[in-house]
């Protein structure tokens, strides 16, 4: 079937028939019935275009790449999806509730609108290289001049006896992701297959207080990636989070049931659940490629222009094979399209060489590897630095006494002095690596450096290239935002984790993973200070206990029995607000999310202070008792501060709120230790003086 008109929302009849489009000409044909029910969606080109095939975040990023170097250019986008071009990176986030579904939106900006069409839910099914045209699953043609081939990967199946892989969910689409957030709150246990990356993102991102996570990690846990030894650390931190972790076993087969589904591994254990979800890694789609005779191997095989073995068709982002490589994050594929719409545009730019980096997201204890960090590259000499107690896991690789590449679990205040080290391939001397061994620190001091300290071409944003000296200019051009800085630049518009490096340079708050309950959080904390603030300006409770007028609140302050209720009671209440920092410190504890422990800290706060009012009438006492109560109270004004500061840090510069954070916590548990001591000499004196 042939359509030679441009197809739009417009519909025209003509003897009774309906046709679609803007104009309507003689030689058109009636649309098939399924082609009328897209035509919401069916748009296509009179003349050739630039076409791109697959609507994903690498090749929505070309057609804006396209559309900014020529205006005049008319571009087409085919995707298979029902929805708007969104965020696939991000999709994680979306589940942990971090991001929303609107902030996933991946648009085409386009100056001149009718220069740019998107085609979704359409997937095409033939390239005629000799005509130059691809034909769309309603037998519809448009013509390009260029083509570019963005399919992307698939998620591998999971082939499990007993059980068909297309049954077993996955997370690749936003439906994918909208399906497990329907069911976060419905089911008792989920059980992720797969330790890599995106298996480790959505145990974090599903874990609920309710919800039981297994992670089943058959060879490890990134173990293609990071050291035996990083792997158990990072395994340690996802215990601490809740998540129950099976390592190195093996499915001997499934069985599905009305139930739910359960898992029979090969040690003898089985799995009972109510859902699984594969993440096993992913395969590059190459059908198109396949049929249209370009030549493959792992991959569609391009050249250094992303060109295919046909200069008129290109391959970028996952589906693309460049020099035996295949990429499986979207990074690489940004500086494909820039690389392939360089070439068709003939751009003769200097080419940057950004830094590789990889970094879970979801995750509050960061993971990142940057620059070469391959386990089995020969010429690197790898030195590690681990502190189990506070999960950090370091590991620098020096090759040929210089830094090449480093990887981390738990934040490093020297990433940005370690990111431009590598790119100006610093020497690193035989006393700095002693240093980290023995300190984690490759520098004496490295916390210091902000983002303006930073030289012109520090490159912020590793996924897009984009330098310091980039956004500087977007800045003085009058943007003055995040969003409006991204959209000049695309700095902070794919996984998001140099936002805070952007709102450091415009001083201002920096988007933080939202605690959860914050609001209870503040509530409770003012009320707290409140509380503090009333003992320290009003006078103590003028009460006189007396036999006649019977029991009053007074027995509380001059009645011993009762003074003794009120003073164990207030013990009790400060031993369980203790339990907090078991569950924070101590790595076995691991009930519960450590938000709602947060919570119950702030609240059993309050209700101490309550019970001090009971036991002291707000009188501070003499000499020690006096001590304690000015040490006592100071501990839950910062206490109280410092969760404001946590359940807030949305409203404070990064620098600033680490700053703050750091020092009023470590004064609240200075004075902390300090209370059981001066307990025991209150309670010494009240018993034997």
């Known amino acids: 079937m042939k359509l030679d008109v441009l197809v739009s929302r417009n519909k025209n009849k003509k003897n009774g028939r309906e046709y679609v489009g803007e104009n309507l000409q003689e030689n058109a044909e009636i649309l098939p019935p399924d082609a009328r029910r897209h035509e919401s969606i069916s748009i296509e080109f009179k003349t050739p275009a630039i076409v791109i095939i697959g609507a994903g975040p690498v090749g929505i990023r070309c057609a804006q790449l396209i559309l900014d170097t020529n205006y005049n250019q008319d571009v087409i986008v085919y995707g298979d999806e029902s929805a708007d071009p969104y965020d696939r990176v991000n999709l994680s986030a979306y589940i942990a509730g971090h991001v929303s579904r609107k902030s996933l939106a991946n648009p085409v900006n386009a100056k001149i609108p009718n ?3 998107q085609i979704t839910d359409c997937r095409i099914v033939e390239i005629n290289r000799e005509k130059k045209y691809v034909v769309d699953q309603y037998q519809r043609r448009q013509s390009y001049s260029k083509l570019i081939l963005a399919t992307g990967s698939s998620v591998k199946p999971l ?12 997370l690749r689409t936003i439906d994918d992701a909208d399906y497990l957030l329907s069911i976060k709150d419905k089911i008792q ?10 298996g ?17 990690a058959p060879h490890g846990l990134l173990t293609k990636m990071i050291s035996t030894e990083a792997s158990e650390v990072l395994g340690d931190y996802l215990l601490s989070q809740g998540v129950s972790l099976k390592t190195n076993v093996a499915i001997d087969s499934c069985r599905k049931t009305k139930k739910g589904t359960s898992l029979f591994l090969a040690d003898g254990e089985t799995l009972a659940c109510d859902e699984v979800v594969a993440a096993i890694g992913t395969q590059p789609n190459t059908a198109l490629g396949e049929s249209a005779h370009l030549k493959l191997e792992q991959g569609i095989v391009v050249n250094d222009h992303m060109q295919t073995s046909d200069p008129n068709i290109y391959a970028i982002g996952e589906c693309a094979e460049h020099k035996n490589v295949l990429h499986g994050y979207v990074a690489p594929g940004y500086s494909q399209a820039q690389d392939a719409v360089d070439h068709m545009h003939k751009v003769n730019r200097p ?10 997201k979801v995750l509050k204890q960061s993971v990142t590897l940057v620059g070469e960090t391959s386990l089995h590259n020969g010429e690197c000499k790898k030195v590690v630095y681990v502190n189990k107690f506070s999960s950090e896991y370091r590991q620098v690789f020096i090759k040929k006494g210089r830094l090449v590449g480093y990887i981390s679990i738990g934040d490093w205040a020297a990433s940005r002095q370690l990111q431009q080290a590598i790119k100006n391939k610093q020497r690193i001397y035989f006393w700095q690596l002693k240093r980290f061994k023995e300190q984690g620190e490759l520098w004496k001091e490295s916390a210091s450096i902000t983002t303006n300290d930073l030289p012109d071409d520090y490159i912020v944003c590793l996924c897009n290239n984009v330098t310091r000296q980039k956004i500087s200019h977007s800045m003085a051009d009058g943007n003055r935002t995040v969003e409006s800085i991204g959209a000049a630049t695309f700095a902070g518009t794919t996984c998001g984790s140099c936002k805070f490096m952007i709102n450091e340079m415009l001083d201002q708050p920096v988007e933080h993973l939202v605690m959860r309950h914050h609001k209870k959080v503040v509530g409770f904390s003012l009320v ?3 509380l503090i603030v009333m003992y320290a300006v009003m006078p103590p409770v003028n009460a006189v206990l007396s036999i006649e007028n019977g029991w009053t609140i007074a027995n509380f302050w001059f009645d011993n029995f009762w003074k003794q209720v009120s003073g164990y009671g207030l013990l009790g209440f400060m031993l369980l607000a203790g339990a907090y920092i078991a569950r924070r410190r101590i790595k076995k504890v691991n009930l519960g999310h450590l938000d709602d422990w947060r919570l119950l800290h702030i609240i059993i706060g309050v209700i101490t202070m309550g019970i001090l009012f009971l036991h002291t009438g707000m009188r501070f006492g003499e000499n020690l008792n006096k001590a304690l109560m000015i040490v006592f109270l100071i501990a839950a004004f910062m206490g109280s501060s410092v969760g404001i500061l946590m359940a807030t840090s949305g409203h404070w510069p990064e620098a600033r709120l680490q700053k703050w954070r750091h020092v009023i916590s470590r004064f609240h548990y200075t004075l902390l230790w300090t209370l059981p001591a001066l307990l025991i000499f209150h309670i010494i004196s009240v018993y034997y003086f």
Do not use: P, Y
């Open 200 to 216: 480790v993102e959505i145990a974090i991102a599903m874990k609920t207080a309710r919800l039981n996570v297994t992670l089943l």
């Open 528 to 530: 707290c200070l409140l």
């Open 351 to 360: 080419k940057q060489i950004a830094l590789n980096k990889i970094e879970l």
């Open 115 to 117: 220069k740019f069409k």
């Open 189 to 198: 246990h989920l059980v992720i297959v797969g330790g890599g990356l995106l």
């Open 159 to 170: 082939m499990i006896d007993g059980v068909r892989s297309s049954s077993i969910r996955a």
